[in-house]
């Protein structure tokens, strides 16, 4: 199993645990809102984690999330009353600790927040009673609004020289506070402007110089494409790559090409990675035969005879026919050549409607490929 659905196990008090299997890689919004769990140890390949996937776990003591995460999304685990301890493992990806994360996380006492982190949200430890000490990632560049309200137990805080935006009202309520500040910094600049408590430290010597991001494999990025159409010319329709929730632009990111995107069948498009992205990345493609018409319908006694257009790289057709026009419980006549365009239905039920449509297929390699249906018509047999 890769992915959790959203809202999967919400509100499933009576479940205090849970096993996730290596091979997860999604957990869905509200997966396991207001769930009962106590524990829980996120296995290493989950990579995106959705708004809400553990709000309100009230029963959750502890929680660990893998290095292989790169999307962690908003509230989190707000008003989560008994979570102490939350563990981000070393090489975790996440670039914010987005709103209200660990809101009125009242007894949570150890977080590390892992280094990748440039921003923390609104409210992101608002209400976090028990918390007394932080250390803030060295490359940590905004603070949003709010950010610490009411953390009275809250001591000593250092603040990083990387931070440059600090919102309105982010210690309002710290009461015990004392920032720690580089001499010299926006923080310095903020905290004497806010009337706030600060020490001044030097900055630390030598400054170390910022690595550059890794390029990411195009492999750990998912890509999408939509089924085509037959039209006799090569084919290259967009692709959707994403990277988590970033989107790829083709040109910037990565280049393509295609293979076999002409005849009906499978086609390769083979991305190359650009800039920031490295490796290749293959994705394949149907192309399928153009629908056809269906012409004409004639009543029988208890039967209809249906003609269509002849269709274009096509092997032959399939009759649908059914008393439903939703086709639930149809039953299908294939047409095992593209040359007949006329077909006979018998046995049927006399004074009854029944709705009928046509399309084409091509056999390639003992696979068939299917165009769309026809428009649907009726007919009345006799």
Not at 87 to 97: P, V
Not at 165 to 190: H, M, N, P, R, W
Not at 316 to 340: D, M
Request: proline residues 4%; hydrophobic residues 35%.
């Amino acid at each position: 199993m890769t992915r959790i659905l959203p809202f999967a196990f919400s509100e499933c008090g009576p479940l205090d645990k849970v096993t996730l299997a290596k091979g997860l890689e999604f957990i869905g919004e509200g997966a396991f809102f207001s769930s009962g769990l106590k524990r829980l140890d996120i296995p290493e390949g989950v990579k995106v984690i959705e708004t809400g996937a553990f709000h309100q776990s009230q029963s959750l003591e502890s929680i660990s999330f893998p290095a292989s995460l790169e999307y962690l999304g908003t509230y989190m685990l707000g008003f989560s009353e008994k979570l102490k301890t939350v563990t981000f493992a070393e090489g975790c990806r996440i670039d914010i600790l987005d709103k209200d994360t660990f809101y009125s996380c009242t007894a949570l006492k150890n977080v590390n927040i892992p280094e990748s982190v440039r921003t923390l949200g609104q409210y992101a430890f608002a209400e976090c009673k028990a918390l007394t000490h932080l250390k803030l990632p060295d490359n940590l560049t905004t603070i949003m609004c709010y950010a610490f309200q009411n953390c009275p137990n809250l001591k000593e805080l250092e603040i990083p020289a990387s931070v440059t935006t600090i919102g309105t009202d982010v210690f309002d309520g710290c009461t015990a506070l004392t920032l720690v500040v580089v001499k010299g910094s926006y923080a310095e600049q903020y905290a004497r402007e806010q009337g706030l408590s600060y020490r001044t430290v030097s900055a630390p010597t030598p400054v170390p110089t910022a690595t550059p991001a890794p390029k990411v494999k195009l492999s750990k990025c998912t890509a999408t494409v939509k089924s085509q159409v037959y039209t006799g010319k090569a084919l290259k329709p967009a692709i959707t790559v994403k990277y988590g929730k970033v989107a790829l632009k083709k040109g910037t990111d990565y280049t393509v090409t295609y293979a076999q995107n002409k005849a009906v069948g499978t086609a390769t498009a083979t991305l190359k990675g650009k800039g920031k992205y490295t490796g290749t990345k293959k994705v394949s493609f149907k192309i399928l035969p153009p629908a056809v018409a269906l012409s004409q319908l004639k009543a029988g006694v208890k039967s209809f005879s249906a003609t269509w257009k002849k269709g274009t790289a096509n092997t032959g057709y399939q009759l649908q026919y059914a008393l439903k026009k939703n086709f639930s419980g149809a039953k299908t006549v294939k047409v095992a050549k593209a040359r007949i365009l006329k077909a006979t239905v018998k046995a049927l039920k006399s004074g009854k409607t029944y709705y009928v449509r046509v399309r084409a297929y091509k056999t390639v390699d003992k696979q068939n490929y299917y165009s769309a249906w026809s428009a649907v018509k009726r007919v009345k047999v006799k």
